[in-house]
């Protein structure tokens, strides 16, 4: 099967101007995004994420390299009938907020009854029905984010792309939002996510890419992103806490952490010493500790 | 269909713009009807209102796309199945409705200041329509402009455009001068009399081709610009 999205050695480069140097947003990037998965898409600001996003629905064109979204090439409109996008910066027309859903509905080629029934469904799934009728530039930015959330979904898309989606919404809403992803999930439709929402994307993505400087950094299933390759901990008892280095130990349980390489020699040294194994398990880290590690930054700190 | 929703929708995002140069259209074409005028007079008051709609006609068009950028609405537009070229022609229907409510309302002021000097109501109509053709092409020039050209520069450069059509025109022999739509145009408008107008079919079908060139040029241009980034 085909990947739903396809960047293939993208390179993009913004113009020099006057006093303006150029900018290379993205450089040889490359990635696939398969149907029927939520693949999460993190970077600091400036990386080249929403670039990313753009040149998907050719808004821009690449410098070089090419790519190929639903089976098409770069910015194809028909396409775009199957794709629902949310912008990082909510941007929409001053209307109520029903005839603005309805609005894009049609723009993707939707006519009653079909529309007027998937207006209506969205507006209930975003819980945006009691604010139907007011004005969408009136609204919270949280609710205004719901309202673009529910313009990107009225066509029924194979593909959303989501530039930030919940960084304006309260705790109830990302839980929302949240079990939205995982049931269009499940209905074998994709989500490529952009957040800086660490936590929700560990939870919710099934593949992680880290981009940083216009370049992929990191890919892969986000289990095995977190399973550190590097340290393993292992938990025993009835053994001395000072037989290791950096032991914690509670209830005459020992917690210490060592390095892969030397896992069989700290067991062995746990069963000489006649303790008992508990459990020796890959040491397990937030994506903000790879995310910080792979960005160079130390949490608090400059650059490493 | 889609092309008629964006026009519609950019109809109401210039509603107040448009309300605005109709009340004065009313407002000041009332007043000076009512305190009584001469068949010159009232040729001059319909000419003056309908180049008043030129100039919003190229400003609206300068703009348009500059402030779908600036304001990022331009993404949400094209993330859906719409091409640029639509896109562009939305724009251009959505100014063309707005001026014509101008235009229903500039015929209809004529027909009032026609009744009052007992002059024949059908050619304020036509001069309408002559207008309508104007603001065609102003719309169309400078909508070409702003795929490039900031806002005020792309008004100025369809002002430009449009002013060195008329020169030409003036010193073109007479065979060459239906040839050129903008100058034809502003000749039957220099012509008018409330007792008739001068538009002939070849004058009508060369402002359309005008236009329609504008048109297939500015999607060219626009075809090939980043969207992406905000414009200031």
């Known amino acids: 099967m085909?990947?739903?999205?396809?960047?293939?050695?993208?390179?993009?480069?913004?113009?020099?101007?006057?006093?303006?140097?150029?900018?290379?947003a993205l450089e040889e990037f490359s990635l696939t995004v398969d149907r029927g998965e939520i693949f999460g898409f993190l970077g600091p600001n400036g990386a080249g994420k929403t670039t990313a996003m753009h040149l998907a629905?050719?808004?821009?064109?690449?410098?070089?390299?090419?790519?190929?979204?639903?089976?098409?090439?770069?910015?194809?409109?028909k396409t775009r009938r199957r794709v629902g996008f949310v912008a990082e910066n909510v941007a929409l027309y001053h209307r109520p907020t029903r005839k603005l859903v309805r609005f894009y509905g049609a723009l993707n080629g939707l006519r009653d009854p079909q529309l007027a029934s998937a207006t209506r469904e969205?507006?209930?799934?975003?819980?945006?029905?009691?604010?139907?009728?007011?004005?969408?530039?009136?609204?919270?930015?949280?609710?205004?984010?719901?309202?673009?959330?529910?313009?990107?979904?009225?066509?029924?898309?194979?593909?959303?792309l989501l530039d930030e989606p919940t960084s304006a919404l309260d705790p109830l809403g990302r839980v929302a939002v949240r079990e939205l992803l995982q049931r269009f999930r499940a209905a074998g439709k994709t989500v490529f996510l952009s957040s800086h929402l660490l936590s929700e994307i560990e939870t919710v993505c099934d593949r992680v890419a880290i981009i940083h400087r216009g370049?992929?950094?990191?890919?892969?299933r986000t289990h095995e992103l977190l399973e550190s390759a590097e340290q393993v901990e292992i938990v025993a008892r009835r053994i001395q806490a000072h037989a290791f280095a950096?032991?914690?130990?509670?209830?005459?349980?020992?917690?210490?952490?060592?390095?892969?390489?030397?896992?069989?020699?700290?067991?062995?040294?746990?069963?000489?010493?006649?303790?008992?194994?508990?459990?020796?398990?890959?040491?397990?880290?937030?994506?903000?500790?790879?995310?910080?590690?792979?960005?160079?930054?130390?949490?608090?700190?400059?650059?490493? | 269909m889609s092309i008629l929703l964006l026009g519609v929708n950019f109809l109401r995002e210039q509603r107040w713009g448009l309300i605005v140069l109709v009340a004065y259209l009313l407002v000041f074409g009332g007043a000076f009807l009512a305190g009584g005028a001469s068949a010159e007079d009232f040729s001059v008051l319909l000419r003056s209102l309908g180049s008043y709609g030129i100039a919003f006609a190229g400003l609206m068009a300068a703009s348009a796309l500059h402030n779908e950028r600036r304001t990022r609405r331009v993404l949400s537009v094209l993330?859906?199945?719409?091409?640029?070229?639509?896109?562009?022609?939305?724009?251009?229907?959505?100014?063309?409705?707005?001026?014509?409510?101008?235009?229903?309302?500039?015929?209809?002021?004529?027909?009032w200041g026609a009744l009052r000097i007992h002059a024949p109501v059908l050619p304020a109509w036509e001069l309408a329509g002559l207008f309508m053709l104007a603001f065609l092409i102003a719309a169309s020039v400078g909508q070409f402009f702003s795929t490039f050209l900031h806002p005020m520069l792309a008004v100025s450069a369809a002002a430009l455009l449009l002013s060195a059509e008329v020169l030409l025109?003036?010193?073109?022999?007479?065979?060459?001068?239906?040839?050129?739509?903008?100058?034809?145009?502003?000749?039957?408008?220099?012509?008018?009399?409330?007792?008739?107008?001068?538009?002939?079919?070849?004058?009508?079908?060369?402002?359309?081709?005008?236009?329609?060139?504008?048109?297939?040029?500015?999607?060219?241009?626009?075809?090939v610009r980043d969207v992406s980034a905000a414009v200031e």
């Open chain 1, 57 to 77: 629905l050719g808004f821009t064109r690449p410098t070089r390299g090419r790519g190929r979204m639903l089976g098409a090439r770069f910015g194809n409109p």
């Open chain 1, 122 to 160: 969205v507006l209930e799934t975003m819980e945006l029905s009691e604010a139907a009728d007011r004005n969408a530039g009136k609204l919270s930015r949280g609710m205004l984010q719901r309202v673009a959330l529910a313009q990107a979904l009225v066509n029924d898309p194979d593909l959303l």
């Open chain 1, 246 to 304: 950096g032991t914690t130990a509670v209830d005459g349980l020992v917690r210490f952490v060592v390095p892969v390489r030397q896992q069989r020699a700290a067991i062995e040294r746990v069963w000489s010493s006649g303790g008992e194994l508990i459990r020796v398990n890959p040491l397990r880290r937030s994506l903000e500790d790879i995310f910080l590690e792979i960005v160079g930054e130390k949490p608090g700190g400059g650059e490493a």
């Open chain 1, 215 to 220: 370049r992929l950094r990191r890919l892969g």
């Open chain 2, 169 to 223: 025109g003036s010193r073109a022999e007479a065979s060459m001068q239906a040839l050129i739509p903008g100058y034809a145009i502003y000749l039957s408008l220099l012509q008018f009399s409330p007792a008739a107008v001068s538009v002939t079919l070849q004058t009508i079908l060369m402002a359309l081709a005008h236009a329609a060139a504008f048109w297939v040029a500015s999607c060219i241009v626009f075809s």
């Open chain 1, 2 to 24: 085909p990947p739903v999205l396809e960047y293939q050695n993208v390179t993009k480069e913004y113009r020099a101007a006057w006093r303006r140097p150029m900018v290379r």
């Open chain 2, 79 to 111: 993330s859906k199945g719409i091409t640029r070229a639509e896109y562009l022609a939305g724009a251009l229907c959505g100014i063309m409705l707005a001026l014509g409510i101008y235009s229903l309302g500039l015929g209809a002021m004529g027909t």
